[in-house]
Each structure stands twice: as structure tokens, then as C-alpha cells.
């Protein structure tokens, strides 16, 4: 990889190829960051034509473009989220999924906002279903789609903007929350706490756990929306999804607050004498181009 890589973005997706068309169209349309990203779609194990896309994409792609899968067991986006890490080089990372695009300036503003001990916390416009499907690759090029938020989106934003203002000033210990399709974070961070945690299988909760280990290490958690946001493109609910979110199989976990700072099923695996051994390459990587 150049040597000249700062960002790497590391995209998981499951079965959704349009989806992930439409965000590799946005990352092409990024501005301000040439040779600066690489991009790394981490697949669960789709059975779809996702790889082709990826494959088709890579012909034309201006940045690095990898394919990486494994076969599907299971919603194991921690999983892919760490496969995607361990396949890239950059020294800062942006977490997201293939449902998301972003305005030209998305990584540029993750770049300047970067900071050592500081993750950055961010969030998407909620397209509605008939929004998503005006999105095509006219609107994305032009940037036009990010003038058709709703305004009850735009609202609900600006309130966790300011929400997210006050936690800084307060010190909140849990907030503001990380959510997986926008994360910023710098390498050296996020290997301190030994990445996502594994053993999270099921929708949920992986994020809040991330979160509340790299608190326990020190760091800080800032919103990221001062400064950018990406727009989510709506799609039916994943099935693992319950309706309340209590209801989660992975709620219960996060009670335990002895977890440790880094988790055991992580970036490396770790034996029982809590001596680390690099994992070998637990996924398939596909060549893109």
C-alpha cells in the first residue's frame, strides 16, 4: 500500500449490493483526500452478486479497494469490522456500513478532526424508502441528495448535536453513543482496547461495549457531528433486530462492568494466561480488481 495512506474506511455489508454500490460511489466522490484512503469491504458472507460489484467497481476505483469475506454463521459484524482492520495499513480508521453515503467532504472532515485519546462519535440523515430509492449515481456525483433530508431528520441531528455538547461539558460516563456506521478512530486507540469484541454475535450491543472499554482505557468519546454526517439508505430491518432493544441477546452482557479493557475475542485472540498470539487470517480475501 502507498505509504502516504492516512484514512482507512472500512465498510461491512451482508446481502446488500445495491446498497454498497451506491456508498462506493460516494467514497469515489470524496474531495480533498487523493491518495490519502484506502477502502476495504468486509463482507459476512454474502451469497449475492456483492463480489462482483466490488470487482466491477475496482476497474475504475482512484483508491485501493479490497474485498475480504467469510462464510456467513450468524450476524458477525464485529467480525467483519476487525477483518477489515487487520486488512488495512492506514493509521486512522472510519467504521461503516453499506447502507451509508456521504457528502464530498466526509473523510476530509474526519481527517481534520482527528485526535490521539479522541473517537469520534457520529451519525447519518435516516433516508426514507422512497428518498433512498431517488438515489442514484446523478444524485450522488452532483451531492444533491444531501439537501433531501427531511426535516424532522435535520432536527433530530441538531438535538443530538447539542446533546452531544452537553455530555462534553458534563463529563457524561455513557454518552454520547458510538453507532457502528460512522465511528472515527485512530489505530494505535483502537488496538489498545484490542477492537471489536467477537464473541458479539447478533445485532447490537458490540458498539456500546466498544465504547465502554475505551472509556475504561482513558479515552474520550466526541461527537463527530460538528463536523460531518453520512446519510443512511433505507432497507427493511435486519431479522436478528429486536423491537425493543432490551430486548437484544447481547444486552445483558454489557452489565457485566469487570469486563476487561481488552476484550479476549478481539483484533488478537488471547489464551487463557491472557498472552496474545496474532490471529492468522480468519477470512477470504478477494482479489477486487
Known sequence: MPSQLE?????????????????????????????????????????????SIVRNFARTANFPLQFITHPHDGFRVSLCRNDGVRASSSPY??????????PADHLQKHLLARRSGIVRAGDCVRLDE?????????????????????????????KIRIKGQYY????????PKLTGYNIGISREDFEAVNG???SFIGWGCE???????????????ASALRYTHGFHLWHPSEPSRPAKW???VNVKRLDNLDRPIRCVAGL?????????RSLAPRYRSANAA
Open 7 to 51: 484514512i482507512a474506511v472500512i465498510v461491512s455489508t451482508y446481502q446488500r449490493p445495491a446498497h454498497l454500490e451506491r456508498s462506493l460511489l460516494s467514497l469515489a466522490n470524496q474531495r480533498g483526500v487523493d491518495g490519502k484512503y484506502e477502502v476495504i469491504i468486509s463482507d459476512d458472507g454474502s451469497t449475492d452478486e456483492t463480489q
Open 93 to 102: 480508521l472510519l467504521f461503516t456500513d453499506s447502507d451509508c453515503i456521504f
Open 130 to 158: 422512497e428518498t433512498t430509492d431517488r438515489v442514484d449515481e446523478k444524485a450522488i456525483v452532483s451531492g444533491v441528495f444531501t439537501s433531501w433530508a427531511s426535516r424532522e431528520e435535520r432536527n433530530r441531528l441538531f
Open 168 to 175: 462534553r461539558w458534563t463529563g457524561h460516563p455513557k454518552k
Open 196 to 198: 471489536f469484541d467477537e
Open 207 to 221: 458498539d456500546d461495549d466498544l465504547a465502554f472499554r475505551l472509556r475504561k482505557a482513558g479515552g474520550r468519546i
Open 246 to 248: 432490551t430486548d437484544g
Open 268 to 276: 488478537v485472540s488471547m489464551d487463557t494466561s491472557s498472552k496474545e
